[in-house]
């Protein structure tokens, strides 16, 4: 195995292995790592539309529609038309998912504080640095960097 190829395989592995470490953490709050993320995205940046959620995510390609339709019917997003537009559908969280994005930012600094545990603050900042190269200009690339931003206050 080249160094390359090495790199791509350790990137997935790490990948699986967080994700499996997120799974088993947010498994008491009934959410999956992908429905947690949209809980974020709406708390630090919503209303938004369905399009404008998808930008910012990094768990889904395409339209998060499937998401949103779960997260709906669990009571913890509601749809709603757009002021300016009757028909452009509004994305925000219900009282039950604001709740849940409280335990949500719990289980992610326990995540956190585990990776912090593992690597000194200049070994993640390293890391964090080759990895915006490599998805630099892609779509979660582009997401990772639009999160980065200062979120909306509300």
Known sequence: MNSAEELRFLVLAAQREGNRILLDLLRPLGVSPS????????????????????????????????????????????????????????????????????????????????IEQLLTTAEIASVNATLHKFVSGRPAGIAVVKRSATPVQH
């Open 35 to 114: 429905q947690a993320e949209v809980i974020r995205v709406l708390a630090d940046h919503g209303p938004l539309s369905l399009v404008d959620l998808g930008v910012l995510l990094v768990c889904e390609t395409g339209s998060p529609s499937r998401l949103v339709d779960g997260l709906v019917a669990a009571t913890l997003l509601e749809r709603m038309s757009a002021v300016e537009d009757r028909r452009r559908v509004i994305l925000s969280l219900t009282d039950a998912g604001r709740e849940k994005e409280i335990s949500i930012r719990e289980v992610e600094a326990t995540l956190h504080g585990f």
